[in-house]
């Protein structure tokens, strides 16, 4: 009878110690794998930032805002416009590429109304509505 005890005691030791290092496995796996995952997400943060993924992958379409307004001055190069909602406010936009294209072909008159569209945060106008 005792020997039967100690063969069961001794059984329950073994699965206890299986069980833990099962646990421990496991645990040790899923450092393994968030590590992996971590070292794989950290590879593409820096081809990301040397831009070895391309441009169309990286530069996302710029923001654009509207400013409405009364044209003072039009120029080769820049537009100023006084807005409609502030009499105080005026800003100056400088073209883009296309935009000075076809400024050159088509200027409105000073005291038109327009709509300027630019990209956020900066003077660069992308169209010019009249």
Known sequence: ???KLAESTGAHAINRA???????????????RSET????????????QLGGL????VQAKPK?????GTVVVVGPKAITVKSRHNIYMVRTFHYSAELEQKMLRKKPEAG???TVHYVRGSDLAL???D
């Open 1 to 3: 009878m005792t020997e």
């Open 18 to 32: 299986v069980s833990r290092w099962r646990v421990r496995a496991s645990l040790f796996l899923a450092l393994r």
């Open 37 to 48: 995952l971590r070292s794989a997400c950290l590879v593409f943060a820096i081809l990301l």
């Open 54 to 57: 391309g441009p169309g992958v």
């Open 64 to 68: 654009t805002d509207k400013f409405e």
């Open 112 to 114: 038109k109304k327009v």
């Open 127 to 129: 169209k010019v509505d």
